[in-house]
DNA sequence: TCCCGACAATTGCACCAGCATTACCGGCTC
DNA sequence: GAGCCGGTAATGCTGGTGCAATTGTCGGGA
């Protein structure tokens, strides 16, 4: 097993180094966000360490490089920075899993055992419905090649609903597409979204419609 | 999106059940693990929360039944019982997550689209009958390949029928897969939903019949 | 064969949760 | 301060669902 090791602190690195490599484990060790890249451009791991704290950049943010990048390896972040918040922050950031600091090698192990456990996760590409391409990647929206651009919260909804084009898509999930778990919703704000996405889509012609289904959720299908 | 509850308190199933109930989660819960048994048999989930003490055994017991039955729906442990040895036992034991109480729902809520996030169970049969096909994993239903909506409790109706396609099932078993178990039923509602879907299916000419055995319950037939 | 009681099917009705739309307004940016 | 974005709330609307009344069907016993 290879593993990329993506932390600062000597210290710790080491003695997870040392205690890692005696299970056969082959680590590559980034102090930096740029050496990670590169590293992960070179190799092919099986499980990204990573850490936040990092003298070139907050940790996390190398989650949807890597992914952009078609890199699916699970990431499990370490961190001193455990509290709540911090961590539905790490796991919707695209971690796998979150371990706080400090920990005991063998938790870590296991955690590590049980993201290999999981299938692989799935690459996205572009979405194509109607006159509309999508990337979902890069927060982009082409209407027969050229740019479209939406307010921010009706493109997420608008991503959401695409990246299952055809299927409902429950309102939970759009909720949690488009609002950070922090900021919680009152009132209608997603419908009004939809609604203003909808007239944005017809005015457009855009070749889809939003439909809703009823108690559930929304879907979006590409106009017969 | 439907969940699995397996927890003994009732205060925190109970709390657990509103919170998650308001994002549109459909919760079953079950006190002990014979009933979580039962239900995982007869209902497919997309997660199952399982506490680790239960009064009829030590809960990570059930996963190794699950996967023995072959349902990989994803296990996050829920327990008090939150030392490293501890939460070691739980991940290698099979679990997809551990997280200890007292936590947060939100951050449950983040662990579990962070479990969900995985296309894991791909897998799962779709079931063809007449002209539909029905996936009772994403509670869809095509029709030569196009969407059929259907209003929510037709559908469970729907797809408790073709889970046993062919075969009776018990009044009563329709009854527990459209309803929660604390909603109780005055009045015919169940035959009104059975009555409604038969005309529904009839009208689209879905190749398929809703048959009544007297005094035992209904099965779903091809026609000839 | 007919009758009767029990169960099943159907349908109209009424209620209300959930949805759609729009106007308004505060905040942010340029 | 002009304009866009986005959250809130008021309003009207719709469709799903529970209920009950009515009608239909089955099957056993006289």
Same sequence: chains 1, 2.
Avoid: W
């Avoid at 992960?40 to 360490?49: A, G, K």
């Avoid at 539905?88 to 063998?106: M, N, S, T």
């Avoid at 027969?144 to 990246?163: G, N, Q, T, Y």
Wanted: some cysteine; aromatic content about 4%.
């Amino acid at each position: 097993m290879r593993l990329l090791l993506v932390e600062d602190e000597k210290e710790l690195a080491n003695a997870l180094m040392a205690a890692l490599s005696k299970q056969g484990i082959v680590i590559d060790h980034a102090m930096r966000l740029a050496d990670a890249g590169e590293l992960s451009r070179q190799n092919t791991y099986d499980v990204i360490l990573l850490d936040r704290r990092l003298p070139d950049g907050e940790g996390l943010t190398f989650i949807p490089t890597l992914r952009r990048a078609a890199v699916l390896t699970p990431v499990i972040v370490l961190t001193a920075r455990n509290d709540p918040k911090e961590r539905i922050e790490g796991l919707d950031g695209g971690a796998d899993d979150y371990l706080g600091k400090p920990f005991r090698v063998d938790e870590l192990m296991a955690r590590v055992r049980a993201v290999l456990r999981r299938p692989a996760s799935v690459v996205e590409a572009l979405i194509v419905v109607g006159r509309m391409t999508i990337d979902p990647l890069n927060l982009t929206v082409t209407m027969d090649k050229s740019p479209f651009d939406l307010p921010r919260r009706e493109l997420l909804v608008l991503i959401a609903l695409a990246k299952r084009q055809g299927k409902t898509v429950l309102r939970s999930v759009l909720e949690a597409a488009v609002y950070n778990y922090e900021e919680e919703i009152k009132s209608n704000a997603l419908d009004a979204h939809i609604s203003r996405l909808r007239k944005r889509l017809a005015d457009c012609s855009a070749g889809v419609s939003v439909h809703n289904i009823r108690g559930v959720g929304y879907l979006l299908k590409d106009e017969v």
